[in-house]
């Protein structure tokens, strides 16, 4: 393992409105991965992410990104530094136009010039969106607020990208083109973590994966070997053994 | 004819006043939910330290021009404002941010009486006169009568109003107010101090306040500890009645109420006469001859009363104001 960690959880453990819905895991994403975390409903996954993000408090345990301890720290400050978020359900601010959305995932920058790039170099990632640049973002279909949700996201120009279900709630050609999408952003070497219900796509497109049931990681390793093995293959992937 | 236009341009001076009050309200309501009940407590804080500053100056350096005196009262008065409402917001309203709506709401309702007993003690319980350094000459717009005065409340009021709708839509700040009003959780990902934006949403309603304070002691004539009082809830009457949360309900509430109000006092008196039933009775046929046909049951000092009754309608039948859409969904 040759890339420094840019992102390692230790012992986390986060509750959850009263639930100890995160109890005590250890999570490492790598610079330069594609890491996912899938498990069924209600097994912690957002949890673990609102947790990174500062948005429920950790209970116990450590979060390191970039070499410093940000456990606890607010969701604003962890932008700054590079570590965005696209939130469950997307999380557009409707009543605002795709523009005002996108300059909105810029705000933690100063450099106008660049930033004015970076929205043309977003339209040309999602030409869908440049169509409808003025229109309010709540006039989107699921689909394109997925989109714009992402490159609201890239905007801050991220090292680290959390994800969290991106394919909820979508038509499955709409979910082809996020994972695609996905792809794109990671190759342009974004780090990103990846929490996915459907556990099939998200192996398929990651390096590597973690399994969490109620609250603990249960398996990781490499997605391959995880898509081949006949525990996920079974409890996620619907298929008899 | 001539009443109702006087009525009009009376209202929209007071409607101009009461929408830059109103603002302070739905701005902050529009991002944090609370309704700000010493919002009108800062309004007459703003008149009292104006009104202070320029007697002060009159008195020592009579020498300086009005305008002077004027801008000079008004920029410490905005100063002064503005602290009151940034300290407010930090020291009892954040730390019951997450909690039950009903503990801010009572705090903003102390905050407000706090305010009040301060301006008791510091200014005593007199009403004071705010010395006329304008001298009013009206002008005669189609047989109605507006005085400099008057103008200038309603200009400066539309400018200011002008100006904070190019911040809202148009800023960074601005369009990240909107956002953080829509989401704070999301916004506070997008790496929005949201702790700032509710800061800037106090801050900005507090200079507004100022100046509507000045505004409104210079058109009475007078300043009391108590004047935020009234001013304010109709100000938030103002704000209910456009949709509270919507900037430009606010404005269309401020200057509708205070042409509702106006055209209610310039007409109850007419509205009320009961000398059309003269016939009824022998003593108030004898009072009507007396007064010249007018016996009124209601004179322009029920004026006050319009605003509330607006508030009631709404309330009942379009809670969600004149342009709002969502109140119910801010739990």
Known sequence: ?241 | METFLQQIINGLTLGSVYALVALGYTMVYGIIGLINFAHGEVVMIGAMVALSVITGLLGSHASLPAVVIILAGLFVAILVCVAIAYSMEKIAYRPLRSAPRLAPLITAIGMSIVLQNVALMVWGRNYRTFPTLITPTPHIIFGAAMTDLQMLIVVLAALLMGGLVLIVQRTRLGIAMRATAQNPQVAGLMGIDINVIISAAFVIGAALAAVAGLMVMAYYGIAHYYMGFLLGLKAFTAAVLGGIGNLAGAMLGGLLLGIIEALGAGYIGDVSNVCGLSSLSDALQQKCADNDGQVSLFGSNYQDVFAFFVLILVLIFRPSGLLGERVADRA
């Open chain 1, 1 to 241: 393992m040759a890339a420094p960690a840019l992102l390692e959880l230790t012992r986390l453990e986060v509750a959850y409105g009263g639930i100890h819905a995160v109890k005590g895991i250890d999570l490492i994403v790598r610079q330069g991965e594609l890491v996912c975390l899938i498990g069924a409903n209600g097994a912690g996954k957002t949890t673990t992410l609102k947790g990174i993000t500062g948005l429920q408090p950790v209970k116990a345990g450590k979060i390191v990104y970039d070499g410093a301890d940000v456990t606890g720290k607010p969701a604003f400050q962890l932008v700054r530094k590079g570590l965005s978020m696209v939130p469950e359900g997307r999380g557009v601010f409707g009543a605002l136009t795709i523009e005002e959305n996108l300059a909105m995932g810029a705000y933690s920058r100063r450099d106008r010039v660049a930033i004015k790039q970076d929205i043309e170099r977003v339209f040309g990632l999602f030409p869908r969106l440049k169509e409808r640049r003025k229109q309010t973002a709540g006039t989107l279909s699921g689909g394109e607020q997925q989109m714009l949700a992402m490159a609201r996201a890239i905007m801050s120009r991220p090292k680290l990208l959390l994800l969290d279900e991106p394919s909820m709630g979508l038509a499955p050609l709409m979910v082809q083109k996020v994972f695609e999408t996905i792809l794109t952003i990671a190759a342009e070497g974004v780090t990103i973590l990846l929490i996915e219900q459907n556990a099939k796509l998200a192996l398929e497109v990651s390096h590597r994966g973690y399994v969490m049931e109620s609250g603990t990681i249960t398996l990781s390793g490499d997605a391959r070997q995880l898509l081949s093995d006949p525990k996920v293959r079974e409890a996620y992937l619907g298929e008899a053994v």
